[in-house]
C-alpha cells in the first residue's frame, strides 16, 4: 500500500513540474523551468522509494503500469480542477483504453 501512496504523492509532484506553469504563461521561460525543477525533486523523493518498495511486490514492468494510471487519474483531476480544462468524453474513453490495458500487465498467465 505504501506504494501506492508514494505515487500518488510522486505523481501529484510530477504534475505540477510539468504543466502547473501553463497557468503562468507570462512568466520567463528560465524561472518555470528552474521551478518545475525543484517541484520534480521533490517527485524524485517518492518515486524513487516507491519503486523501490513496490519492487518487492512487483514486477518493474507492473510499477510502471500502476504509475502511468495514477498518473492519468492525477492528471485528469488536474486538468479539470487547476487548469480549468473541460474533460471531454473521447479522453474518458482513451483514458479507460490504457487503463483497461493493465489487465495484461496483472493477469497471470
Known sequence: MWTIVLLVVSNIFMTFAWYGHLKFKASPLWKVIFISWLIAFAEYCFQVPANRIGHHEF????????????????????????????????????????????????KKW
Open 59 to 106: 514486477s518493474a514492468a507492473q510499477l510502471k503500469t500502476i504509475q502511468e494510471v495514477i498518473t492519468l487519474i492525477v492528471f485528469a483531476i488536474f486538468s479539470i480542477l487547476y487548469l480549468r480544462e473541460d474533460f471531454k468524453w473521447n479522453y474518458l474513453v482513451g483514458f479507460g483504453m490504457i487503463i483497461g490495458a493493465t489487465f495484461f500487465i496483472f
